[in-house]
């Protein structure tokens, strides 16, 4: 799996400000990569950097494992910031003037508003569009070159909940296709959902980076502690139990639903299973992100 998105030290300075400070990352083929920092942490500066849209101060980035180039413009799409639509015009007619730009035939206009599921308002202007139906068509137009990377700056951003639903089973199927997929939030629930890999900023630093799948993620789990090793087989009877491991020492069991630390303990408690400890596990990675935004 090469690398898609190579980063060297990219750096952003605004006069004596740093908005991104000598940031390094990689990104491969197939990741859902996503840029998780509080506001003003530095995402859509990286973004636009990479996009060429920004400037540079000093660092490189290269994609495809070449030096940035005009060529790679197709195997990109993006939708940074907010997306420019003309108002008064119909969805179909804005991407008509997209494919227009980015040289794609039109045939690929229906195809892509049908993904998105905006065929059926295809005649509609522009402004009569809700917000999610407005970055739905910003989705469509960067999907008509194609792209093999899809960077999304906070696509879901400002989305009620059915929207942010919409949005990220999507971005979740143009996944499954192989693509890659870069995007960015400032919530870390979106990025635990989505993601396979991630990366914190703030303050326009990297201070983490890893695999969603090195972190227990799941909120439905507890430290425990037995008196006998028996009482695992007792514990692996209730109706959501998903796994036990050894964590840092401890065990630690996972549910595959919610379940109470309450309602846990009673089970136990009926099977004649006594906890001697039982714990709330928070995911190592929503601590270590509130934290950080703190
Ligand atoms: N043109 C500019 N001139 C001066 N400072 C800027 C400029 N653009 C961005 N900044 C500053 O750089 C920092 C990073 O901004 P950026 O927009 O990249 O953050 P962000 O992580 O995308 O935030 P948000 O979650 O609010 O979108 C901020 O402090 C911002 O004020
Ligand atoms: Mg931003």
New binding site residues.
């Given amino acids: 799996m090469g690398d898609v998105l190579q980063i060297n030290g990219l750096t952003k300075r605004?006069g004596n400000?740093v908005?991104v400070n000598d940031l390094s990352l990689s990104i491969s083929k197939g990741n859902i990569f996503g840029i998780l920092?509080?506001?003003?942490?530095?995402?859509?500066?990286?973004l636009g950097m990479v996009l060429d849209v920004i400037n540079s101060t000093e660092g490189s980035y290269s994609w495809f494992g070449e030096e940035g180039n005009s060529n790679q413009r197709r195997r990109i799409g993006s939708i940074l910031e907010h997306p420019i639509f003309y108002p008064e015009l119909s969805g179909y007619k804005n991407l008509e003037i997209a494919a227009l730009i980015k040289r794609v035939d039109k045939d690929r206009i229906e195809e892509v508003l049908k993904r998105v599921g905006l065929w059926v308002r295809k005649d509609s202007p522009f402004k009569t569009f809700s917000l999610g139906m407005k970055q739905r068509l910003a989705l469509a137009a960067a999907l008509l070159s194609d792209p093999e990377v899809l960077v999304l700056d906070?696509p879901t951003n400002g989305l009620d909940p059915q929207g942010i639903n919409q949005m990220r089973n999507l971005i979740m199927n143009i996944a499954k296709e192989g693509k890659t997929i870069i995007i960015?939030s400032?919530i870390l629930d979106e990025i635990q959902k989505m993601c396979t890999h991630f990366a914190i900023?703030k303050n326009?630093k990297l201070l983490k980076q890893g695999s969603i799948d090195e972190i227990v993620i799941s909120k439905n789990a507890f430290f425990i502690a037995i008196e006998n090793e028996s009482s695992i087989e007792a514990i692996k009877t209730h109706p959501c139990f998903d796994s036990i491991e050894e964590k840092d020492g401890q065990l630690l069991v996972l549910f595959n639903d919610s379940v109470s630390g309450a309602e846990f303990n009673k089970f136990c408690f009926e099977k004649g299973v006594v906890l001697s400890q039982l714990i709330d596990h928070k995911s190592s990675l929503e601590e270590e992100f509130l934290e950080i935004i703190k």
Avoid: D, Q, R
Avoid at 37 to 46: A, L, Q
């Fill in positions: 605004y400000f908005a920092g509080p506001n003003g942490s530095g995402k859509t500066t990286t906070e960015s400032h900023l326009g």
